[in-house]
T-cell receptor, first 114, second 114 residues
Framework: DAGVTQSPTHLIKTRGQQVTLRCSPKSGHDTVSWYQQALGQGPQFIFQYYEEEERQRGNFPDRFSGHQFPNYSSELNVNALLLGDSALYLC?????????????FGQGTRLTVV | AQSVTQLGSHVSVSEGALVLLRCNYSSSVPPYLFWYVQYPNQGLQLLLKYTSAATLVKGINGFEAEFKKSETSFHLTKPSAHMSDAAEYFCAVNDSGNTGKLIFGQGTTLQVKP
C-alpha cells in the first residue's frame, strides 16, 4: 500500500502565478482534505472533497480551489500567488464514516513563493 | 467550535527521562482526539487516537495519552525518551459533524538531549 502520495515535493513559484498540487489518497479511502502548514504552525484546514464535491471549507480565500476525480485523487489550485502562500501543503485521506476515523497524511508539497 | 491548545511550544528532556506534552481541548460535543508526530521535512504520522472506548490510550513507539474530561485534557506521555523521539508533536480534535476535518494545536517541539 503506497499510502497517500503527493506531487511535486517541492515547488518554487513567482508572485501572481498559479500552482496546482496533486494528491493520491490511500487505497480504499474516498475523502481527501487539504491543509496548509506555515512555518512553525500547526496545519490549517483548507477544504475537503468527497464524491467529487467540496464538502467543507476553512477560512481561505477563493484563490484556493480544488477538484476531486472519479478515482478519488485530488488537486489543489492556488491562483494569484502571494508571498504568504509559502507553506507546506498537506493532503490527508480518510474513509467517510465514524467520527473516530483517522486521517492519513502525505509527505506534503513545500511551496515557496518568491 | 472546537479548539486545541498545546502548552509549551518547546520541551527539552534528557534521554531516558519522562516525556510529557500537554494538550487541552475545547469542544461542545464529545471529542475525538488525536496525537500526530512530524519529523523534519515529512508529513504527519498518527501516534494514537481517543475514541471514547478507554480513557488511557496506548499508541506507537511507547507513547500513551490519557483523556480527562474534567480537565479537558489529553496529555501525551512516554516513560523514557529516546533520541529518535525528537520531532514536532501535534494534538488535534476532529471537528464535530465532519469526519476527517482536524483542528490542530500549534505544535510542541520535543528536544531530546544525550
Amino acid at each position: 500500500d503506497a499510502g497517500v502520495t503527493q506531487s511535486p515535493t517541492h515547488l518554487i513559484k513567482t508572485r501572481g502565478q498559479q500552482v496546482t498540487l496533486r494528491c493520491s489518497p490511500k487505497s480504499g479511502h474516498d475523502t481527501v482534505s487539504w491543509y496548509q502548514q506555515a512555518l512553525g504552525q500547526g496545519p490549517q484546514f483548507i477544504f475537503q472533497y468527497y464524491e467529487e464535491e467540496e464538502r467543507q471549507r476553512g477560512n481561505f480565500p477563493d484563490r484556493f480551489s480544488g477538484h476531486q476525480f472519479p478515482n478519488y485523487s485530488s488537486e489543489l489550485n492556488v491562483n494569484a500567488l502571494l508571498l504568504g502562500d509559502s507553506a507546506l501543503y498537506l493532503c490527508a485521506s480518510s474513509l467517510r464514516g465514524p467520527m473516530n476515523t483517522e486521517a492519513f497524511f502525505g509527505q506534503g508539497t513545500r511551496l515557496t513563493v518568491v | 467550535a472546537q479548539s486545541v491548545t498545546q502548552l509549551g511550544s518547546h520541551v527539552s528532556v534528557s534521554e531516558g527521562a519522562l516525556v510529557l506534552l500537554r494538550c487541552n481541548y475545547s469542544s461542545s460535543v464529545p471529542p475525538y482526539l488525536f496525537w500526530y508526530v512530524q519529523y523534519p521535512n515529512q508529513g504527519l504520522q498518527l501516534l494514537l487516537k481517543y475514541t471514547s472506548a478507554a480513557t488511557l490510550v496506548k499508541g506507537i513507539n511507547g507513547f500513551e495519552a490519557e483523556f480527562k474530561k474534567s480537565e479537558t485534557s489529553f496529555h501525551l506521555t512516554k516513560p523514557s525518551a529516546h533520541m529518535s523521539d525528537a520531532a514536532e508533536y501535534f494534538c488535534a480534535v476532529n471537528d464535530s459533524g465532519n469526519t476527517g476535518k482536524l483542528i490542530f494545536g500549534q505544535g510542541t517541539t520535543l528536544q531530546v538531549k544525550p
